[in-house]
């Protein structure tokens, strides 16, 4: 069975800096593909970051050259960087591994980060 563990979120204001870590437990020898999501209150969740086993990275427009998405094989853990940070990022973010090929799917309980003006 996969859990997946986020830590990292917090308070920070508007320019500022915070890293997301996010350690996945169990069988992820299948998944290919980590993300980052998002969910501001009242909208819809977005995706943020994504990086796959190849190297390959994927951004939303808006976090752009200010976010960058890492992961470390050996500790089965994704990274999000986040610098310069705007009010508009507030959210919960998720992070979640997962496969392109299979059905296999698995979300972290979210952690929150808060940009103040």
């Known amino acids: 069975q996969v859990q997946l563990v986020e830590s990292g979120g917090g308070l920070v204001q508007a320019g500022g800096s915070l890293r997301l870590s996010c350690a996945a437990s169990g069988g992820i020898f299948s998944l290919n593909a980590m993300g980052w999501y998002r969910q501001a209150p009242g909208k819809q969740r977005e995706l943020v970051a994504t990086?796959?086993?190849?190297?390959?990275?994927n951004y939303a427009d808006s976090v752009k050259g200010r976010f960058t998405i890492s992961r470390d094989t050996a500790r089965n853990t994704v990274y999000l960087q986040m610098s310069t940070l705007k009010p508009e990022d507030t959210a919960v973010y998720y992070c979640r591994f997962y496969s392109t090929y299979t059905p296999r799917d698995y979300w972290g309980q979210g952690t929150q980060v808060t940009v103040s003006s």
């Open positions: 990086i796959f086993r190849n190297d390959s990275t």
